[in-house]
């Protein structure tokens, strides 16, 4: 017993000198090799973003250093001709008039979609539902072209008529007189928005599921009604994902190449007219001119912006919905 | 316009257009913030005929008749998954939010059945508030939001909303601890104070009963004796209608217990009701002798 | 033993006594079978005639309006200004009856309910507009003829569109080839390993699926054709060109779509195998990627329809071609959405109803890699019947039931949170 105690008197030490052991992992070689696969296969995805950027710029150097800002602020394209006069600002107008315009459809829209199969609809429906809304994210943007210039176009040309005829003190629905309204950023905004819908939609829905049901069953028990309730818990719970899912959707606008190129004429135009024919996108104006390549830089170029921009807002959109309650568990 | 809830005959108040009644409420003798459109303060009897409910084809409550007399507790007992969770939502038209779900039978407030044809399920719960078992505060709203946010749900008015904010903290034994921080989160609070907090929230609508679902097994004993007291205190106001695992704190709150029991595979019913005192020293049925000794739960 | 009354219940309930009284409780009561149940509603009758009658007055009113006070607007026009007719009419009607609360509740439900009919009518438009326009350029020689020895006089249903289908098969398949491995190995990465890199990762896989599908088109041709195309014909514009475009888009949209899945493998089961003693390559190998193989099929399944219906990136790769050009690595290559877009653009009536034709080819092929993907995704967890013929021809092995059940269903296309129970 007194030997106990004296060894313990001997080898104690005080908490303070205790050291901690490292561990020394000796990994199998195959975990080596297999981190050095996956790693190489993540780092293909940074070095090819931006080898995009790098080869962008510099096949569309000629532009930048023969026309410098003057080609963020010209309006037009004229590419005939040994030195051509062209400039992106046109086509940068009309994309963002396009964006601008799909989002105004598209995000109430989408929140409300997003709010029914959350809130409003059967357990069964929702799974068709959101189904069906993926559906609509899966149709090619080849075929809305085509559906919106043959047949929706002509549909909506009477409506353009009746604003512009007697609601042309509003500076947005003003034309020329005999303009055409075919082929409008108006229409084009439309038939956009219906591909931006889906998009939101599915991460409104997402974010809307998540919250928390104490909550929810809170505000019923208060006496709201079932609006009072969303309004009240839902949508301050969603409004990261509400935010992020637009700016993702603003995003794919932007970007939107095919449909457009049916859409609007793909002449570089800035105008308040929006329901004239006339204008064009950036990504629409590359398209229409494939295989009729002139001014190779100015295209580069010009699809540089397109990148950068498209990049900028994706990465708002995803910073917003990681940043806000309800969008940790959200996949975008 | 048509009247779809009829209060009884002795409130001025009957429907939310009408001038409000008189600032005092006789029953506690303490002014009471002017409401624009509050339903009759005060508490009022609550009664269950042959209530049944049902979740999607499986009947879990069968035949619960009940009296939940005003001004008094009746606690709820019984161990776990007999359906006093789901009798208590019966009572504040909760239960028919899950779907799929059915009921059948009678709950009378005041006389009147809560499910009857035109009676709109929000107007009952500005009636009938809830306390859930775990604390459910709006964690992003302020202290003072909270406890007004059943006003602004449920579309009633109030002129002196510091007032109301006050007395309502007071009843839940909460002011004195957030009087300095109203406008901090909800979400900040302690678990205790979230739930007293909850208690405010709904007390501020002025029900006419209060139903809690277990309140304070979540909770701290400190929290417990506190909430305890502020049931003791509002008695005499509302209604309280409360469910309980722990049967001390059935005997300390409750003037009036129903033992609920479910055979296996089998729905809820009661077996016996009385008053505290006689159910727990000399209950009839053998089964709540055996419950409320420990002899099972 | 005391009555319990009329309706006593069967045996297996304990024998008490049971009083009626003032402190007890009768158990009168019909058994459960016989009993009727309610579930409250607040939608009146009275509800859905006030809702008709205002359908009614909004429509008459329009009707009215543009016929008397201004010209037509087009039936679009008159259908959108009944439709907002109608829901301040209602509104009123029910803010008259029920009061503001009830009546913000209703028209916020009649709004949501509306935003879901208008987004589900143009999906379906658009489905039955390209198979009313396409089916009468369409035929068996679709499939087989390619536009060779095709002249402008020619009906729309002359040649064929064989070699686009060939195009797209091809470059789609080799996009595949070369995303599906780099993207799951990317997912694999995001959600498997510990490095410091995984957020940056994460972050330029985000900007890439963002990626406007012209920008990644433009790249290859800046890239590889621009400068190295007179050197050699392999980076002139062919279908390979085409390939490395898709799977520029192709890639991230895949890793995203793995990652979610892998994620949803239970963190238990990573476990399990490394206190087996395996080591953290093999627990992937084996454990994780089987269970999520389902998810991985989606992925690839999705991916492939997505794909295959992108214009933009192949007007500068793959360029287009009238002729069947088997040979991706070589020489212009045409595929289905070069064919539509060469022939809706061009003003003959032939031409459209050709390129129509194969927009519906196009629109049925997306289609059923679409439900191919839903089927392949499926939640297995729920216990489903084999379908009848698959029992008769072989009767079920013991561990495969098991496996299927653990195996994990895939997330919805477009952002989805799975919120389904991952099997644990």
Request: proline fraction near 6%; charge should be positive.
């Amino acid at each position: 017993m007194d030997d106990l105690v004296t060894l313990r008197a001997a080898g104690s030490r005080s908490p303070a000198t205790r050291s901690k052991r490292a561990i020394v992992e000796h990994r199998p070689r195959v975990d080596v090799i297999f981190d050095r696969v996956s790693l190489g296969a993540g780092l293909t995805v940074l070095v090819l973003l931006t080898l995009v950027g790098v080869f962008l710029l510099y096949q569309g150097r000629h532009t930048w250093t023969v026309l410098g800002t003057s080609f963020l602020t010209t309006e037009v394209w004229r590419s005939g001709g040994v030195h051509p006069h062209i400039g992106v600002l046109g086509l940068l107008f009309g994309t963002i008039v396009v964006g601008l315009i799909a989002e105004a459809f598209a995000v109430p829209l989408g929140i409300a979609v997003g709010l029914f199969i959350a809130e409003f609809a059967s357990k069964g429906a929702q799974r068709i539902l959101q189904g069906l809304v993926d559906l609509l994210a899966a149709v090619p943007s080849i075929l809305f072209g085509l559906w919106g210039f043959f047949f929706l176009s002509g549909t909506i040309v009477p409506l353009s008529r009746w604003l512009t005829t007697h609601l042309s003190w509003f500076p947005l629905f003003a034309t020329a007189t005999s303009s055409t309204l075919g082929t409008s950023f108006f229409i084009a905004g439309i038939v956009v928005s219906l591909m931006v819908i889906p998009i939101v939609a599915s991460i409104s829905r997402a974010v809307f599921a998540q919250t928390p049901p104490s909550e929810k069953e809170a505000a019923l028990a208060l006496g709201a009604t079932r609006w009072g309730m969303i309004r009240t818990v839902v949508l301050p719970y969603g409004r990261g994902g509400m935010i992020g899912g637009s700016m993702l959707g603003l995003g794919r606008a932007l970007g939107e190449t095919i449909a457009v190129t049916f859409l609007l004429p793909q002449v570089p135009l800035i105008s308040a007219h929006l329901l004239q024919s006339g204008g064009a996108t950036i990504a629409g104006f590359i398209a229409s001119r494939a295989g009729n390549v002139t001014t190779v830089p100015g295209l580069m170029a010009a699809g540089l912006i397109l990148f950068v921009l498209t990049l900028l807002t994706n990465l708002v959109a995803a910073s917003i919905v990681s940043r806000s309650r309800s969008g940790q568990g959200v996949e975008l | 316009m048509t009247q779809v809830f009829a209060p009884p005959a002795s409130e001025a108040v009957t429907n939310h257009r009408d001038p409000p009644g008189d600032g005092s409420d006789p029953a506690t003798r303490r002014a009471v913030p002017r409401y624009v459109g509050a339903s009759p303060v005060g508490a009022v009897s609550l009664e269950s005929r042959d209530a049944c409910a049902w979740f999607g084809e499986r009947l879990v409550l069968e035949g619960v008749t009940l009296a939940m007399p005003a001004g008094e507790v009746t606690a709820l007992i019984g161990p776990s998954g007999c359906g006093k969770s789901t009798f208590l939502r019966l009572l504040n038209r909760m239960h028919e939010l899950v779907p799929g779900s059915a009921m059948d039978g009678q709950v009378l407030l005041d006389g009147q059945d809560i499910y009857g044809p035109g009676v709109r399920a929000q107007e009952v719960r500005t009636r009938i508030g809830m306390v859930f078992q775990k604390p459910n505060p709006f964690p992003a709203m302020s202290v003072r939001d909270n406890v007004l946010a059943g006003l602004k749900l449920a579309g009633i008015k109030c002129h002196d909303k510091d007032a109301l904010v006050e007395q309502s903290l007071q009843r839940a034994s909460l002011w004195r601890e957030v009087r300095d921080r109203l406008d901090k989160p909800g979400g900040e609070l302690s678990g205790g104070q979230q739930q007293r907090l909850c208690i405010a929230r709904s007390l501020a609508v002025s029900p006419n009963v209060l139903l809690m679902d277990e309140p304070c097994s979540a909770l701290d004993p400190t929290s417990t004796r506190r909430i305890e007291e502020s049931i003791d205190e509002l008695r005499q106001e509302i209604t309280i209608v409360i469910v309980t695992h722990n049967m001390q704190q059935a005997q300390r709150v409750s003037d009036s217990c129903a033992f609920f029991l479910a055979d296996e595979n089998e729905p809820g019913y009661v077996v016996e009701h009385g008053p505290t005192t006689k159910m727990f020293d000399s209950p009839e049925d053998p089964r709540t002798f055996d419950y409320v000794n420990g002899r099972f739960g | 033993m005391t009555d319990r009354g009329p309706f006593a219940p069967a045996a297996g309930s304990p024998s008490a006594s049971v009083r009626s009284g003032p402190s007890g409780s009768s158990r009168t009561r019909p058994p459960s079978n016989a009993r009727a149940r309610r579930r409250p509603t607040s939608f009146e009758a009275i509800d859905g005639w006030l809702a008709a009658a205002s359908a009614v007055s909004a429509i008459a009113l329009c009707w009215l309006v543009f016929s008397l006070f201004t010209d037509g607007i087009g039936w679009l026009g008159f259908w959108l200004v009944a439709y907002f007719a109608f829901v301040t009419i209602y509104f009123i009607v029910t803010y008259e009856r029920l009061g503001s609360l009830a009546a913000v509740d209703r028209l916020v439900t009649v709004a949501v309910w509306s935003a879901m009919i208008v987004v589900l009518i143009p999906l379906l438009w658009i489905v039955l507009y390209v198979i009313d326009k396409g089916v009468p350029g369409l035929s068996w020689g679709f499939f087989i003829h390619t536009q060779k020895g095709v002249t402008p006089e020619m009906s729309g249903r002359a040649g064929g569109a064989w070699h686009a289908i060939v195009g797209t098969v091809e470059q789609v398949g080799v996009a595949l080839l070369i995303s599906l491995p780099l993207g799951t190995m990317t997912a694999v990465f995001l959600s498997e390993s510990r490095s410091r890199l995984r957020r940056v990762v994460r972050i330029f896989v985000d900007a890439m699926s963002g990626m406007p599908s012209i920008v990644s088109g433009l790249f290859i041709y800046a890239t590889l054709i621009i400068p190295l195309a007179k050197d050699s014909k392999f980076f002139g514009f062919d279908g390979f060109m085409a390939s490395l475009a898709l799977s520029v888009t192709m890639m991230p949209t895949i890793c995203r779509t793995v990652e979610v899945v892998l994620r949803l493998v239970p963190h238990g089961l990573r476990e399990a195998g490394l206190a087996l003693g395996s080591s953290r390559a093999r627990v992937v190998w084996s454990v994780v990627l089987p269970t999520a193989s389902a998810g991985v099929a989606t992925a690839a399944v999705l991916g492939i329809a997505r794909e295959a219906g992108e214009t933009a990136p192949l007007l500068f790769t793959a360029f287009g071609y009238n002729y069947l050009n088997a040979n991706p690595f070589s020489t212009p290559q045409e595929s289905l959405p070069l064919f539509i877009w060469r022939f809706v653009r061009e003003p003959l009536a032939s031409s459209i109803e050709r390129g129509f034709a194969g927009a519906l080819v196009l629109l049925l092929l997306i289609l059923v890699l679409f439900a191919v993907a839903r089927f392949v995704g499926r939640d297995r967890t729920k216990s489903r019947p084999r379908p009848l013929i698959l029992r008769l021809i072989r009767p079920e092995p013991s561990g495969s039931r098991l496996l299927a059940a653990r195996t994990v269903g895939a997330p919805s296309e477009v952002g989805d949170l799975d919120d389904r129970e991952a099997p644990s």
